[in-house]
T-cell receptor, first 116, second 111 residues
Framework: DGGITQSPKYLFRKEGQNVTLSCEQNLNHDAMYWYRQDPGQGLRLIYYSQIVNDFQKGDIAEGYSVSREKKESFPLTVTSAQKNPTAFYLC???????????????FGQGTRLTVV | KQEVTQIPAALSVPEGENLVLNCSFTDSAIYNLQWFRQDPGKGLTSLLLIQSSQREQTSGRLNASLDKSSGRSTLYIAASQPGDSATYLCAVLNRDDKIIFGKGTRLHILP
């Protein structure tokens, strides 16, 4: 099945610890995105990557880091510098050729991170 | 900076009614606009994608329109059903390749 997979579904972290959220896609998409969603809020962009070995900060990148070493993988690390990390994290991917900007973005099922 | 606004924030309607959800955006230089559905605690499911050159898209009971010059889109749901209850999100793909979301409309269809 083609799709985008996030793991784990639920994650608990102690204060002061870093944690890495996994996002894998087998859709052969170039672009990948990480969003954070808080209760009653829309999605806020953390980081995005248009191509392997390249990524850009979104609107709320502080306290997060990413890597894009492989086309199919875009892991997100929530560092201890993130002051309020408890949230629902969503990963997305899309085709992103220069000539083609008319394709859908697909989302994973999310990871709910709780700091305890 | 692109801002996406969705009105209303919440909506309750009796089953069977037709309804319209609204989305507005401040920067009309977009590649496309996409409507999503989100069920509680779940990821997003794509409903409709409208390219910047298009005016509308239809899928079953759903019809989405786009007026790029005025920065507006609507999602029309015909003959609503209890299974349509969810949060509906609109998002635009900017020229800088960011996908920017509105805060969503929580829809409740009353049986």
């Amino acid at each position: 099945d083609g799709g985008i997979t996030q793991s784990p579904k639920y994650l608990f972290r102690k204060e002061g610890q870093n944690v890495t959220l996994s996002c894998e896609q087998n859709l052969n998409h170039d672009a990948m995105y990480w969003y954070r969603q808080d209760p009653g809020q829309g999605l806020r962009l953390i980081y995005y990557s248009q191509i392997v070995n390249d990524f850009q900060k979104g609107d709320i990148a502080e306290g997060y880091s990413v890597s894009r070493e492989k086309k199919e993988s875009f892991p997100l690390t929530v560092t201890s510098a993130q002051k309020n990390p408890t949230a629902f994290y969503l990963c997305a991917s899309s085709i992103n050729f220069v000539e083609v900007r008319n394709t859908e973005a697909f989302f994973g099922q999310g990871t709910r991170l709780t700091v305890v | 900076k692109q801002e996406v606004t969705q009105i209303p924030a919440a909506l309750s309607v009796p089953e069977g009614e037709n309804l319209v959800l609204n989305c507005s955006f401040t920067d009309s230089a977009i590649y496309n606009l996409q409507w999503f559905r989100q069920d509680p605690g779940k990821g997003l499911t794509s409903l409709l994608l409208i390219q910047s050159s298009q005016r509308e898209q239809t899928s079953g009971r759903l019809n989405a329109s786009l007026d790029k010059s005025s920065g507006r889109s609507t999602l029309y749901i015909a003959a609503s059903q209890p299974g349509d209850s969810a949060t509906y999100l609109c998002a635009v793909l900017n020229r800088d390749d960011k996908i920017i979301f509105g805060k969503g409309t929580r829809l409740h269809i009353l049986p």
